[in-house]
Structure formats: structure tokens, C-alpha cells
């Protein structure tokens, strides 16, 4: 029954999510959208992040990229034909990108995650204004937005499923090695870049898959709103906040920030970059390892005060008898 708790639990949190939409209003469906866009990248990112404890900053260019397939082929084909398509983009790219880089580690792999994501909206821009002769794209597509909705909903569902499935087998045991100790995972006959590459192109697929199923609530794309850099550390931070080691931890952590920051960005325009950067470094100080583990931690220590007590009441009692 133990193996089943986590099947239980999404299966019933995925009847009361899909009930939403039949109970809000347009703004507050809209709300829902953002959140459920964000829990699925968190879940999507950790897939990867989580238990290799690879820092990826590649988020915006997956979205990004998924985004832009939208764009580009929204007036040529049906729209999940595109999301189709869009999976099939974001999986070859994240397969060329892992294989050139998840042999980088550190800071280093940090680095070019970022550059990756600024480099291909360079590109794109170069592209859009030499080429195509314009700088931006419309977006017209027959989705409501409950679908959307639904849609983000199935992404975050598959990858939580797929962390579960993960932690269970064999090849969560390979990745939490690789996490804990890369060479140690070497010589214990781990394919370490297999392992790490096959997690990436999960991870990055369902990322792109999210951008793709988010461009119609846009109307108009152009690489300086697709690939805002502001949507990896949004992502980084929740998941953060949640804890990646988790299952539920970036899901937990996207929740409450989304609408922390949806707050903040409409309260202080001028100054959220700074509170989102404090936000980043006071979750790094006070929640190292997730606000999950924290309460994991604190949980196990009443329970284990609890024995202690009782144990020490029958000690008492047997001595009074």
C-alpha cells in the first residue's frame, strides 16, 4: 500500500485540479495558468536538476523554443501537430546541447546554461531582422483557455509521474550516485553520461512542451519576451524553495512564490528584481536543502520525541507494577 500513496495522492489532486476551471472567473483561470505553468517547469526542470544537483539555467531557452515552434507553424498546422513538433525540436536540441556540455560541471555547467539561453535569443533576433525582415510573431490560435489549462496540468502530472516511477527503479539509484558522487558513480559501473543525458532530454522535452502549450495566451511573441531570462531563476528559486530532492518539493515551492511574485511585480515594478533577488539568496541561506526537507526533518523529530516519551511512561509504569 506504501508504493501506492504517491499514485493515490496525484490521482486525486489531478480530479480536484481539473475541477478549477468549472469554479473561477476569467482572471482568476487565467491565475490558475500561471501557477500550473510554473509547477510543471519546476517538476519538468527537476526531473534533471534534482537528483544530479546540476544547477541548469537552460530553462527560457526550451520555453523559448517551444514557443517560437508555435509561432512559426501556427498558421500551417493544426496545434497539437505543432505541440508534436515542438516536443520533437526540444528533445534533438537538448540531445546536441547534452551531449557538448554534461561533461562540464559546477559553475562551469551554470554558466553555459545561462549563455545557451542568451545565445539562442541573440540568434533568433539576428535571424528575425535579417532574414525574415521583423522582429516578432502572432499567434493565432483556435485554444481556450481552460485547455490550456488542462494541458499544463497533463505536463506537470507526467512529470511528477515520471520523478515516482524514477525513484523507484534502478536508474534512480544510478542518479542519486551521480548526485551525491560523480567518480564514486563511475567506478561503481554507472554510465554516468548516459544517465545524465537521458534525464536532460526528459526534462528539457517537457519544458519545451510547456512554452509550446503557453504561446496562444500571448497573442504576440518576439525573442525578448520568450526568452526573458527571468523565467529560469523563477523556476530555479521555487524549485529551490520546495526542495528538488523532492517529488513534491518544486511543485510545493511554485505555488506560494508564483503568486508571492504576481503580488510583488504588480505592488513594486521598480524594485522586483531586487526583492527577487533577495528572495533567491535569503531561500538559499535559510532553506538549503527545501522547505519539504525542513518539515520532513521537524516531523521526525516529534515523532521521535513522542517514542521517547511513551517509552519512557511504560519504563515507569512496568517499574510501578
Known amino acids: 500500500m506504501k508504493n501506492l500513496t504517491f499514485p493515490i495522492a496525484l490521482a486525486v489532486l489531478l480530479a480536484l485540479l481539473a475541477l478549477v476551471p468549472v469554479f473561477i472567473d476569467e482572471y482568476g483561470l487565467g491565475l490558475a495558468i500561471g501557477a ?6 519546476c517538476s519538468s526542470w527537476a526531473l534533471f536538476s534534482g537528483p544530479t544537483r546540476y544547477v541548469s539555467l537552460a530553462t ?10 508555435v509561432a512559426v507553424l501556427a498558421d500551417y498546422l493544426p ?7 515542438a516536443a520533437l525540436v526540444g528533445l534533438i536540441t537538448s540531445l546536441v546541447v547534452g551531449l557538448a556540455t554534461l561533461r562540464l560541471a559546477g559553475i562551469y555547467f551554470v554558466i553555459f546554461t545561462f549563455g545557451l539561453a542568451e545565445m539562442v535569443r541573440q540568434l533568433l533576433t539576428w535571424y528575425e531582422v535579417n532574414v525574415t525582415g521583423t522582429l516578432g510573431r502572432y499567434i493565432f490560435v483556435e485554444i481556450k483557455a481552460y485547455q490550456i489549462f488542462y494541458m499544463l496540468l497533463a505536463v ?3 512529470a511528477l509521474g515520471l520523478r515516482w516511477w524514477m525513484d523507484r527503479g534502478r536508474l534512480g539509484l544510478a542518479v542519486r550516485a551521480i548526485g551525491d ?7 561503481a559501473g554507472v554510465d554516468v553520461t548516459r544517465v545524465k543525458l537521458i534525464l536532460f532530454s526528459i526534462s528539457s522535452m517537457l519544458i519545451t512542451l510547456v512554452g509550446a502549450i503557453q504561446a496562444p495566451r500571448w497573442t504576440y511573441v518576439e525573442p525578448s519576451i520568450v526568452f526573458n531570462p527571468t523565467i529560469s531563476f523563477l523556476t530555479l528559486i ?23 511574485f504576481e503580488w510583488l511585480s504588480g505592488r513594486f515594478p521598480d524594485h522586483y528584481s531586487i ?18 526537507a525542513r518539515v520532513e526533518r521537524l516531523w521526525k523529530r516529534l515523532v521521535r520525541r513522542e517514542e521517547c516519551e511513551n517509552s519512557t511512561k511504560e519504563v ?5 507494577a
Open 156 to 158: 506537470a502530472a507526467v
Open 316 to 320: 515507569s509504569n512496568e517499574r510501578l
Open 60 to 69: 527560457v531557452a526550451f520555453f523559448g523554443t517551444g514557443a517560437y515552434t
Open 238 to 260: 521555487m524549485a529551490l524553495l520546495g526542495g528538488p530532492s523532492r517529488i513534491w518539493g518544486p511543485a510545493c515551492g511554485a505555488v506560494p512564490l508564483f503568486f508571492l
Open 181 to 187: 558522487d560523480e567518480m564514486v558513480a563511475r567506478h
Open 275 to 292: 526583492i527577487l533577488g533577495l528572495l533567491f539568496i535569503g531561500i538559499v541561506f535559510l532553506f538549503p536543502e527545501g522547505l519539504l
Open 36 to 41: 500550473m505553468s510554473y509547477v510543471a517547469l
Open 79 to 85: 496545434f497539437f501537430a505543432i505541440l508534436a513538433i
